[in-house]
């Protein structure tokens, strides 16, 4: 699909004015030429924000594909909304307003996503990635973003503040190393990004 590069410059910047967390430009390049090479059909992204990465990712959809997105805050699945009709997305982005672990239980089996990408809340991610497990086709790939978590997850971090989420996100690395099932790979730019292919 067409975007306007101007208009998606200047939804990232307002995007970065108000400190909206969004897709960092180098993780961003990473996940585009994948995206390019694979054009999905169908794509599940947890954690929309303001819409600015599903609105990056429709240009590489297959024709006639769709993007179904969640995000749990009010004020931004509202601004999502309003970004995609900008775009004139809304044929190609249908967002899904409540908590993404709840939501991606509703969905069926049957879902066959292509590309799943996981950016919300980093203490869930391992709940994410077995819902993800399962609505991925054979073959699919899952991506995950923030999974160093400012380097802490690689660290020998152990502060009280930020525990819960760094302990969680080492588990989820040990997971997507270990399972059979997945084929990973961790690359470590900006805040750490993981594809991971999932064989049935």
């Not at 208009?7 to 585009?32: G, H, S, W, Y």
């Not at 006639?64 to 995000?71: L, M, P, R, S």
């Not at 999974?147 to 503040?161: A, C, I, P, Q």
């Not at 470590?188 to 594809?195: K, M, P, Q, S, Y």
């Amino acid at each position: 699909m067409q975007i306007d590069g101007n208009m998606l410059e200047e939804l990232k910047k307002e995007a970065m004015q108000n400190f909206v967390p969004i897709l960092r430009d180098n993780t961003m390049k990473l996940i585009e030429e994948r995206l390019e090479l694979l054009r999905p059909k169908k794509i599940l992204e947890v954690g929309t924000a303001v819409g600015y990465s599903a609105i990056t990712f429709s240009k590489y959809l297959d024709e006639g594909g769709k993007i179904d997105t969640i995000e749990r805050n009010d004020k931004r699945y509202e601004k999502a909304l309003e970004n995609i009709s900008k775009f004139n997305l809304q044929n190609a982005i249908n967002v899904i307003f409540g908590d993404a672990k709840e939501e991606m239980k509703k969905l069926p089996d049957s879902s066959n996503y292509d590309v799943i990408f996981i950016d919300a809340a980093k203490g869930q991610y391992i709940a994410f990635l077995e819902e993800a497990k399962r609505l991925v086709k054979n073959g699919g790939l899952i991506i995950a973003d923030n999974v160093l978590f400012r380097g802490l997850v690689l660290s020998d971090y152990n502060e009280h503040k930020n525990r819960t989420a760094v302990n969680r996100l080492r588990e989820f690395l040990k997971i997507i190393k270990e399972e059979k099932c997945f084929d990973s790979e961790v690359i470590d730019i900006d805040d750490g990004v993981a594809f991971i292919t999932v064989n049935k």
